[in-house]
């Protein structure tokens, strides 16, 4: 295996373009160590991208948003005051991926590019509205985070093509978001369910929302439908019921080690109830 | 209890620092795989993706042409001709004619370097016939089930029975259906647990030599070295007393390192190799795939009780699959599970049965969480139904010393009736519960164990005593041999330095297990230490000039008694050890014994949790043991044998299990979805250590590592019924089975 | 396959090996440089047992290449005590009983040492989520979080 430090994303996605053999990019290396340790990937060329400066930093985007670098690790999420105040949804999707020791280690771009369907930190991008931008032998371009993942797995980047940031749009005003995962124990499990609410008040009226969810599908799904369910309520009852309905109507999981079938369903829209409440007390000033 | 009948210690009882303790929080303490030698290689094991395949061909060229691989070896570089469970390890250690469950080895190769090692395994071609495999072990147990291995059946089978079932056994006393008969409830249920690992974090690994000359030697993390010895001889044919093996520290075993599992392979490849030493450590993946666990169950329990808790009759039967091979538990289970009861009816029958998983390995109190689980699940729901307290129940038939237990010795010295009483007056059990919120209740047993048992103690020069002990230290145990050892000889704790030494050193011990090193061990080590006195004694008297007879051993020191009182002035241990060379040489005492005395340990746990109504989820609160130890000699480690059981057992209740595919390969191989509880998940676990002193060891001591872990299972079950109103009857109780029990009684 | 030159820093001291860029810091650690303390429990970034902080942050070392560590600083167990003088978390886990086995211990102590540096006044709450990635096996938790409370309290005490 060769191990390459490129100091530019060009020079990362010509290394990968030319390669022969089987190519990984390395950010934190949590999940391609792993693969590489089960023997499930032997990479002939990897593509350390610690060494291209600004991956490590994120940064206000003139228009309010924030553009995040590829291996920021989860702790420096946590621990950027704007961007928890902006997206504290996003962050604790990040937070919650394995340990303190992985959080130190482990990025959002890794966690997106890993294709898993239960990425904890993807719903709530994917709520959030975020994108990524994307190098290639054939220069950069922005695609919407929900369009990365296409099969467990398996992602839309083509050869060569790697994503050089995510990018957060402006937060703007009476907005918050929430992301809630179902995991057996308390820390350290692969989510069996996870929900991610975003949403937008004038008063307690919510004016618009965007849900997504993750380890019910063979991706993680926006689901419009949840969103409709609360655009134009104040999340009462009536609305938090049908929010569950259509969020438990939009999966189509499958029974494995870590859940069933009918427990995916029911419990994505248990989980999308309460996300919702907590986005909404969020956007209220609800700093918890 | 009476506090009066103790004598009084000086350090018995005490919890001073470990002696490892430096060592252990240095990163200086040398484990299974922290050892090297000067032109030491690395091993790497091919193991088999099929649950059950015919091995057809196998072509270990391509791995041998490799630059840097010494030795490839296959089933063939074994000796044949082995039978019994002689061939069951070998068989185990390498597959022969088929691989018998996903992970099974089928080849091993020696390399200058681990990766070497690993891309020679790689190039190892294997030609699989897949056969048709069996998992559950209700399914293994059916007469057209695939059949493991013609033959494996021994004496017990009658005639007939479905060809997986190897080992049969039915005994009682009473008639159990008068028993019913005179029952006002009578109740019967059936209930499951799933394989679990032991899960010590340490994987196996060890560093073998062996030269042509068939003299070798072992590094390796076990709780028995002698085991080690006898089994690796074994399985390669050579002569026992020419394997020289040490231990390493050890990472946990809870049981799963009193055998062997791939110790054999270094040993094997370092022959072939030419006497290179070679160094095997397993991955996580080859330690959940290919070692430990312990059996699945499946069991039908039937009780009968009348109106005020008395219960009239019972009846378990028990089938058990552990793996591949005969061996799993179910005796064990059957002979644990109604011991906490009087019972003048009482019924057994157990199935060994075979199935297409991993060898079973002991542990913790093996078979006897899941007999616990089913009874102690159904005596709870009678006592609901009939409206009786769970404790006056189990008081009410305790058992005392003098009855015979449901499995047929008579106890002596117990301590159950005291440990539901303390478990009765906690304040635990009076605070008050929310909605949502359950508490539950369940005893268990274990018989504890003595085996075989060596220990030589010699007295140093300046007066102060090394103990060479047999039996790994896994969770204290050189600190309770330190401290009964000093008390015995008068001397401070820190004057004693206790060694788990090689199999050079001493005769044959059996493994640290049954729970067995603080009884066993420590007794020797007392007597040892009594006969090492006698020498001192003698030698004082003897300067003295008076009758060895006429003197006595006193707070470290010969003194002169009887009519010599007071005559000399006492003789300290320092000062006859120092003139040992000139009165007769060196000073010390052995024991060498099956050590009789055993006390059985009885507990009592009572745990309290809340459901979450909606994801089925389980939180523990708030956790009791309470347990007899006979003595607690290092009352910390006590407390920590009873924690680390019942988070075991917490752990099994709630979300371990052995997860297996259509495929019959293990799908959770890794700490990611084979799930141990983490810190997050466990309350502070809340112990009261009950001392009803065993009279068979000189300080009381009855064994205290393994009944913690029977109570969780059944006490678990029990509060969520009390929090949800649903029964569950099968493990693990992870929250999809909770949340569909609480629908399907409409909740 | 040709072998990297790394250079780092391990416990204060500069340190030089040759790594496949295969191997992990962890078997750098174990197998080139001797470091044995950092243990591998599972090599999938579970059990917390290869605990060591690289440039200050805590990691499992068996999730980071060796070559990765090249200029950076990299603390194991074996740099914790001063010297003969154990850090306070050494001295409280021996105290409270809080190992049994011992083999998790390096890198749990590691993991709390990092935790107290970042919050000296941690919860127990607060403690059990920072060490959920530390697998323990033996203890049931229980000692080891009145061992991490109680070096807590005495380092605050120190400090005060």
Redesign the interface.
Known sequence: ???HTPTTFEDAAQLAAQAKGLTRF?A???DV??Q???GMVQPDD?I?L?KIAGVAEITATDDGGWRIGVAV?G?ALGAHEGLCADWPGVVEGMELV?????Q??ATLTGNLCNGSPAADSVPGLVAAGASVEITGPDGTRNVPVEEIPVSPGKTALKAGELISAILLPPRGQNAGDAYLRFIPR???DIAVVGSAVSLRLDGDTVTEARVALGAVAPTVKLVPEAAEAIIGTTLDEAALEALAKAASAACSPIDDKRGTVAFRTEVAGVLTKRAALIAKARAKGDTA | MAKDEFKEFKLVGT?P??P????????????G??I?APGMLWAAVLRSPHAHARIVRIDTSKAEALTGVKAVITRADFPTGLTGEDWNLQENTMAGERALYDGHAVAAVAAT???RAEEAVRLIEVEYEVLPHVIDVDDAIKPDAPVIREGAADATVPEGMPPNVVRYMEFGRGDVEAGFAEADLVMEKTYKTEATH??????HACMGQLGADGKGEMWVCTQGQWFIRKMCTAVLGLETSQLRVTPS??????GGKTTIFMEPLSLALSKKAGGKPVKL?M??SDVLRATGPTASASMDVKIGMKKDGTITGARAEFRMQGGAFPGSPVDMALYCCFAPYKLKNVEHVGYDVLANRPKCAAYRAPGSPMGAFAVESLLDEMCRELGVDPLDMRLKNAVREGDTASYGPKYGSIGLVETLEATKAHPNLSIPLGPNQGRGIAAGYWFNHNGETSVSLAISEDGTAQVSVGTPD???SRASIALMTAETLGIPYEDVRVNVVETGALGVNEPTHGSRATFASGKAAVVAAGHAITEMCRRAANEWGIDPEAVEWVDGAAQPAGDNAGKFPPMTIAEIAGKMGSTGGPISGHHESVPDGVGASFGCHVVDVEVDPETGRTTILRYLVVQDAGRAI?P??V??QY??G???GIGWALNEAYIYGEDGRLQNS???DYR?????D?P??DTVIVEVPNPGHPYGVRGVGETGITPPLPAIANAIQEATGARLCELPMSPPKVLAAIKAKGG | ?SK?HVTTSVNGDEVEFLA?????LL?CL??HIG???????????????C?VT?DG????S????G??ADGKRVE???G??DGAE?HPL??K?????A????????GI?V?AK??LETNPNPT??E????????????????????AVMDAAAELRQEAA
């Open positions: 295996m060769r191990y390395l934190g290396g949590t160590l792993v590489m340790r089960a990897l350390d610690k690790p702790i394995g340990s303190t020791q992985i130190g280690r308390t820390e350290m | 919890r620092d470990r490892d303790g430096l060592d252990k929080v240095t990163g200086r303490a040398r484990y795989a922290d090297s370097s681990k990766l032991q899960g010590y974090i340490e994987p520290e050890i990472g946990g075993g809870f450590v991955s996580r896994i969770g204290g290092h910390a480690y407390e920590g924690q680390g019942a988070a075991q890794v700490f990611l141990v509880p983490v810190a997050s466990l502070m676990i | 396959m990297v496949d860029p295969r191997e992990t078997d174990r197998d470091l044995t303390g950092s243990k591998e429990g599972c090599g999938t970034g579970d059990c917390g047992a605990s690289l942050t805590l990691v499992c068996c999730l980071v290449l070559v990765e194991t167990i074996e914790m005590a154990l050494q001295r886990f021996i105290e409270h009983a190992l049994q086995c011992g083999f998790c211990t390096p102590l993991a990092k935790l127990e709450e403690i059990r989520y920072w060490l959920a990635g530390n697998l323990c096996r033996c203890t049931g938790y229980d000692k080891i979080i009145r």
